[in-house]
């Protein structure tokens, strides 16, 4: 009896320990209890699914013992700091690979420059603010084009992988191929002063000096949304990487949260007493760090909106950018501060520190994968070696850094047919898997509630006592009812006219097989 206890408490114990390793690879909350749901087919679909997605979290954690590399950082021997250790000897200590991703490319003449590197972190673009554009594998050391386009440019975004990347100069967006030829120029972005590209969706959101916010699908070309802010020139712009949602920083302190399915914003934080200078959020999404002109560097809980650490710095910090293992980089002046941690608790001095002599950055951006630093600055470009930065381990079915021609067309394709809609943008991602518990009764009663609202039904009055409040009640509920009864024939018939129109128009493809007949 006692073997038996000993044994069970070992399994328990062992569970334990391997629980945290578990909840790493879970996705989402697990649906806990299923007896509200009647439909006996969806509880056991429903149970089905949590079972598959229970196993391969199981399946995820077991395989983690197959990883071939571990994340490692910087570690100083007694009385040593870590952020005294120059690039330098960083690139003296490590093996020859890793010392020649430090690198500084000279270019006086055509910065401060702007950069960009695609999702699996091999190809790097950089735009010189007086027209100089460069695609480079930086990993190989080869240029992929150069072209100077004699125009001021403001800054550049690669777009789904490196065969396009979007520039936005003096006037107009422009739109080029991995060989420098022009593909596009949508005239009606104008005087754009900040790019950023949201890979899941297909949308290439910009923000320009009058304040507006367009959403653009790259795959179709449309226009999703366009919004004006209200609140004047704007030039600082990124997103959150858990849900897809826009952050704009303001003159006036403000930072608002923008989504492409409200013309207004959904959040607004007031971060600072000055203009804000740099905005970054985290790649779980949980944290954000703001920067402002009143030299305050501040890091917030996005869950909950609040303030959990702010940091005085000596000059305002211009860039900021989180790293794929929750490193900060911070650009102030011509120093590079690069914070660890930071939302654990609140550190005196800096992880690592490097300074730019005579110039000033301009750009900041981890490469993925890798444990480097780009900086654009203005006097070039420069590589800086950054240890425990990046994610030592790539799903390669996610974005694969070593991916040839075939696989990088394949991945293209697929992408494009798991493309999100830009209605599921929203604060939580995680809304779509929620089942509405609302009865049938509830639901009818909101769609006539609505109705209500937009038309007031009076009777007529009538006498001999046929307006008695009892008839007046029953005539308003059957002109309700004819109302909802040609409301819902309206909707059909819509719908299938638009089926029509799809079948009818254009060529037909071969997924086309799979679309439902309405009729």
């Known amino acids: 009896m006692s073997d038996m206890e000993h044994s069970s408490s070992s399994e328990s114990e062992k569970e334990d320990r391997e629980e ?16 509200h749901v009647w439909d006996r087919k969806l509880k056991s679909r429903l149970k089905h699914f949590e079972d598959r997605r229970e196993k391969a979290a199981i399946s995820a954690a077991k395989a983690e013992l197959l990883l071939p590399e571990e994340p490692g950082f910087l570690e100083a021997d007694g009385l040593e700091k870590t952020y005294k250790f120059s690039q330098k000897e960083i690139a003296e200590a490590v093996d020859i690979a890793s010392a020649q991703k430090q690198f500084d490319l000279h270019l006086d003449k055509f910065g401060p420059y702007r950069i960009s590197y695609t999702r ?3 190809h790097l673009v950089i735009g010189g603010a007086r027209g100089h554009i460069a695609t480079i594998d930086w990993a190989a050391k080869r240029l992929g084009c150069e072209v100077n386009v004699q125009e001021t440019v403001r800054d550049v975004q690669y777009l789904h992988n490196e065969t396009m990347f979007a520039v936005a100069q003096k006037k107009y967006l422009y739109i080029y191929d991995n060989n420098g030829v022009e593909i596009h120029c949508v005239r009606k972005q104008m005087d754009v002063n900040r790019l950023d590209f949201l890979p899941y969706h297909f949308l290439l959101v910009t923000v320009n000096n009058y304040g507006e916010l367009r959403y653009q699908d790259v795959s179709t070309g449309s226009f999703v949304a366009e919004y004006k802010t209200k609140k004047g020139p704007c030039d600082v712009m990124g997103h959150n990487p858990y849900n897809a949602i826009v952050l704009l920083g303001h003159h006036n302190g403000v930072v608002s949260m923008w989504s492409p399915n409200s013309g207004a914003p959904l959040v607004k934080m007031l971060c600072h007493r000055g ?7 985290d790649r779980e999404g949980l944290y954000l760090a703001t920067s402002g002109l009143d030299g305050m ?20 910090a211009g860039n900021l950018c989180f790293s794929q293992r929750g490193l900060l980089a911070a650009g102030q002046g011509s120093y590079v501060n690069i914070w660890r941690d930071v939302h654990r608790e609140k550190h005196k001095m800096p992880y690592m520190k490097h300074h730019l002599l005579h110039s000033g950055v301009s750009d900041l951006e981890f490469c993925p994968f890798e444990d480097v630093l780009g900086v654009g600055h203005g006097r070039g470009f420069s590589s800086l070696l950054v240890p425990g930065a990046g994610e030592p381990n790539f799903d390669a079915l996610e974005s694969n850094p070593y991916q040839t ?7 293209e394709v697929k992408a494009l047919l798991e493309k999100i809609p830009p209605e599921l943008i929203s604060l939580d991602p995680q809304q779509i898997n929620k089942m509405d518990g609302a009865s049938k009764d509830v639901l009818l009663q909101e769609t006539l509630d609505e109705m209500q609202k937009e038309e007031k039904f009076d009777p007529q009055h009538k006498t001999r006592g046929r307006s008695s409040s009892l008839r007046t009640y029953r005539r308003k509920q059957t002109h309700i009812a004819e109302k909802l009864r040609e409301l819902k024939r309206k909707k059909m018939l819509a719908r299938q006219k638009e089926s029509r129109e799809e079948q009818s128009s254009g060529k037909r493809t071969a997924l086309d097989r799979f679309v439902r007949k309405t009729h």
């Open 275 to 281: 203009p804000v200078k740099a905005v970054a959020v």
């Open 405 to 411: 021609k075939k696989q990088r067309q394949e991945g």
């Open 297 to 316: 560097m501040k890091i917030w809980d996005i869950r909950t909106y609040k303030l959990m650490y702010k940091y005085n710095t000596r000059s305002p």
């Open 120 to 122: 699996n972190g091999r």
């Open 20 to 35: 945290p390793s578990i909840d790493k690879y879970r996705r989402g909350d697990k649906l806990k209890n299923l007896d």
